[in-house]
């Protein structure tokens, strides 16, 4: 999901980038058609349009039947409507030439169906066509309630732009859209459970100049002539009709006429077949290709297209049942410039080409799920390469990965999981300055786990699980998100023992069980779920630095180390149910993002620290069942609390417990200092009967680096002394 994700997202972005110059380059013309003068615009700028009555209340009436939740309306108020959010006017003649009523949410989030559960329905006001003059009009995002798509647009004929993508409209594309000669750009793109489709396309035939056209998963089945259709409009750039039920092409192909094509998307179209691909051969000027989903190529008409597209960028043929050497397909590979591959999910086998590095510019390679991929990850020439992405999970790559990994300099994202790779990984890995997230779970990886791991500042998943172990588990809205760690055992070979299965137990969501798992969609960043025992809490916010840590119901003891109060980015601190004793760290209150934080059945002593008061966001706080003395601190959150939160400590007294006796005098407040980390480390480590290792959900982004040395560093050292005194009942 993640691994799939990640390339729309890109493709996504650069799409989003051309379509914010697009719609700057729109908003100019407005001025220039119209002898604009330099000096003219420090004028008019200062004056403002005021717009025409008629059109403000056309406007006022469109609005009337559009939902509003806040305020994205707030700026439609008093007689200049040019000024309105939204709204732009001819500087000359003061007529109304862009409307952008899309619905302010951003789209790219995962499943824009909930949100869209929220949103009330819209209507397009007749009033629309009041405003003759429009070039610009975007209605995407909305909630037109699945009402048909309104034919009144097609008197428009100015709009030059028209943008009806993702707005519930319904039913027919109305073929009247091809009065709207002047529109370069149309975006009909459907959405899952509307039904939107067309009779035919020749009306796109009347439309010379067009040069962007979406309409994917628009249902074109009745337009067996698609292809002649866009091929005779030569200046197409980009054309997205993925998912659109796309009709077989004869055999006979026209001549290809798209001259001036760059992106092509015709992803799961299920009648795509290699013809098209030769077809395309003499699309030079092609950039993008994306043929995901398409069913039957074969790899020769594969080998013919790749030969001929020098200007390839971005290729795309992922779960296309393609067979054959990737040898050969990256020995045809023409393209200089190809910047993201996507071969994923096809039977291709063979070894992994060193010639795979000769691809200099790419940045993107997906060989996953290929099941017969084999031989060893070549060796990294130098660091001359841009790969960014690399993934190779589910194949039968084998050998171990090569130190020369280190020279892989720009890697953000390994994936190497459900392989046969061998051996320890390399110390080199600590090159990879800019990795954030490896996977090498499902292999026969073994070894320590190199302490320059730690100086991989931005990784924030690490994926290092053994074959028998279940600890993996999905979310609809996020990513994994773990640091896992599995025993070396001295990693013994053959399958682990049985009994290592009560780990995994331990970590279910949903039951009253033991671990947390901190999820967070990292490509998007911004909504978070946070899974504790039975319970959810979702945040919204942008939190790249997400941290929790859970270490509650195991065997810790000693002190907490104060080592511990430095991650200042921490949201949900849990480790509650252990054994440990000693005082709260004096600067605990340091961690002002802390949002959860549980201590509660341990041994702790002396008072809460003052600093407790300066922890804004703590909203759940329970120090219960310690042996916690003094007064509690009242002001800040901490007034906020109840009773509960500080029960069973027995000298602990204040609001919201009974009054302190006026002779007490608080305890020594001295903290000791150093060698606390390793106890920290120490504690950890106990884990309930056996360390297998622990889980850690922790975003480490914030963890600084010492810290997360020593961190490393400890857990070998532990396990490796736990394992000694554990008997795994296996000789
Ligand atoms: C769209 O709006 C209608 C009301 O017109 C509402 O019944 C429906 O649930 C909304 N749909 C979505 C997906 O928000
Ligand atoms: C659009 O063109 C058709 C002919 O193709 C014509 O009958 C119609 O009046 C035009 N105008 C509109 C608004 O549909
Ligand atoms: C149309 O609107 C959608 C949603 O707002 C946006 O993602 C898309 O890029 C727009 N299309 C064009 C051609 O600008
Ligand atoms: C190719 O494009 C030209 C316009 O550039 C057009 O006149 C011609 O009909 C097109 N050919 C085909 C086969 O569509
Ligand atoms: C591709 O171009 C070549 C030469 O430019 C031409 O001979 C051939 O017919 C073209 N093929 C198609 C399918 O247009
Ligand atoms: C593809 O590469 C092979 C060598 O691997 C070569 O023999 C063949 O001619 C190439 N095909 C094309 C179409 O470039
Ligand atoms: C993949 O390899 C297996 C055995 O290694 C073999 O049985 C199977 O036919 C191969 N599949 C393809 C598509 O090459
Ligand atoms: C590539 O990696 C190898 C092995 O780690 C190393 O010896 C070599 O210097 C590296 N090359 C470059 C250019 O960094
Ligand atoms: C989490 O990992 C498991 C096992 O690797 C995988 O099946 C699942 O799809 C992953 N979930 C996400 C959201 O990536
Ligand atoms: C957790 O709950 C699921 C069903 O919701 C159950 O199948 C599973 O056995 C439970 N696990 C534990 C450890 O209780
Ligand atoms: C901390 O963990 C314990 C035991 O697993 C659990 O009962 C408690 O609810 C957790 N605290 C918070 C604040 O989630
Ligand atoms: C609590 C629990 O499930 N304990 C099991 C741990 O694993 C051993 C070996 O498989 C079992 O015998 C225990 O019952």
Redesign the pocket.
């Known amino acids: 999901?993640?691994v799939a994700g990640s390339g729309s997202f890109q493709n996504g972005r650069i799409a989003s980038k051309r379509l914010m110059m697009l719609v700057a380059l729109l908003l100019v013309p407005c001025c220039l058609g119209h002898g604009f003068r330099d000096e003219d615009h420090v004028e008019v700028e200062g004056i403002g349009s005021s717009c025409m009555g008629s059109e403000r209340r056309a406007l006022l009436a469109i609005k009337s039947d559009m939902y509003d939740p806040g305020d994205r309306f707030s700026s439609w108020t008093g007689e200049d409507c040019c000024g309105w959010r939204g709204v732009a006017c001819d500087q000359a003649t003061g007529h109304v030439t862009n409307l952008d009523l899309h619905y302010p949410y951003t789209y790219d989030k995962w499943d824009i169906s909930d949100i869209m559960k929220t949103m009330g329905g819209s209507k397009v006001n007749p009033s629309l066509q009041e405003l003759k003059h429009l070039k610009y009009l975007d209605l995407s995002m909305n909630n037109f309630s699945h009402a048909p798509v309104p034919k009144m647009i097609a008197s428009l004929v100015h709009l030059k732009y028209l943008n009806l993508s993702y707005a519930m409209f319904d039913g027919l594309i109305p073929p009247q859209f091809g009065n709207l000669s002047n529109l370069h750009y149309l975006d009909l793109r459907g959405w899952y459970d509307d039904h939107l489709h067309v009779n035919d396309l020749d009306w796109l035939s009347h439309i010379p100049s067009l040069k962007y056209l979406d309409m994917s998963l628009v249902d074109l089945s009745e337009a067996t002539n698609w292809l002649c259709i866009i091929n005779s409009i030569p200046t197409l750039e980009v054309l997205h009709m993925k998912n659109a039920d796309l009709s077989y092409v004869p055999s006979r192909l026209p001549t290809f006429n798209m001259t001036a094509i760059a992106t092509l998307d015709l992803s799961r179209n299920s009648n795509i077949m290699s013809a098209m691909l030769r077809w395309l051969s003499n699309a030079t000027s092609l950039e993008n290709l994306l043929l995901s989903g398409c069913g039957s190529l074969t790899i020769e008409s594969l080998q013919v297209a790749l030969g001929a597209l020098s200007n390839l960028k971005e290729l795309d043929l992922s779960h296309n049942f393609l067979k054959g050497e990737i040898l050969g397909i990256l020995n045809n590979v023409s393209s200089r410039g190809l910047k993201q591959l996507d071969l994923s999910r096809n039977y291709l086998s063979g070894d992994i080409p060193q010639n795979l590095w000769n691809l200099r510019h790419l940045e993107y390679l997906d060989l996953s799920r290929n099941a017969n991929v084999t031989g060893h990850i070549p060796a990294v020439p130098g660091n001359l390469i841009s790969l960014r992405y690399l993934f190779l999970r589910r194949n039968m790559i084998t050998g171990e990965i090569p130190p020369s990994i280190g020279n892989l300099t720009n890697l953000v994202f390994l994936d190497l999981?459900f392989n046969n790779i061998v051996g320890s990984i390399p110390e080199t890995i600590g090159a990879l300055i800019h990795m954030e997230v490896l996977y090498l779970?499902h292999n026969q990886v073994s070894g320590e786990i190199p302490a320059t791991i730690g100086v991989l500042q931005n990784l924030h998943e690490l994926h290092l699980g053994a074959q028998s172990f279940k600890r993996?588990?999905?979310?609809k809205y996020?990513?994994?998100i773990s640091i896992t760690r599995s025993i070396p055992l001295l990693k013994l070979t053959g399958s682990l023992p049985s009994s290592l299965g009560n780990f995994s137990a331990m970590v279910e969501i949903q039951n009253d069980t033991k671990s947390v798992l901190c999820i967070y969609d990292y490509y998007y960043g911004e909504s978070i779920l946070i899974a504790t025992k039975g319970s959810m809490v979702e945040y919204t916010t942008i939190l790249w630095l997400v941290t929790c840590i859970d270490l509650s119901n195991n065997h810790l003891s000693g002190e907490i180390p104060k080592e511990l109060t430095k991650l200042l980015g921490l949201r949900f601190l849990n480790l509650s149910n252990n054994h440990l004793t000693g005082r709260i760290p004096e600067k605990m209150g340091d961690m002002k993002q802390l949002e959860s934080l549980d201590l509660s059945v341990n041994s702790l002593t002396g008072e809460i620290p003052s600093s407790f008061s300066s922890m804004h966001f703590l909203a759940r706080l329970n120090l219960s069942y310690n042996n916690l003395s003094g007064k509690i601190p009242t002001s800040g959150q901490l007034s906020t609390f109840d009773s509960w939160t500080y029960v069973g400590n027995k000298d602990l007294c204040g609001t919201p417990l009974p009054a302190c006796p006026v002779y007490r005098t608080p305890p020594d407040a001295r903290v000791k200092d150093d060698e606390q980390l390793e106890r920290l480390l120490e504690y950890t480590s106990i884990v309930v009967g056996f360390v297998v290792g622990f889980w850690l959900f922790i975003g480490t982004l914030i963890m600084k680096q010492a810290i997360r040395f020593a961190f490393f560093r400890w857990i070998d050292k532990t396990s490796n002394r736990d394992l000694q005194n554990f008997d795994l009942g296996v000789t």
């Open positions: 999901m993640a999981s779970d993996y588990y999905s979310f996020g990513s994994n």
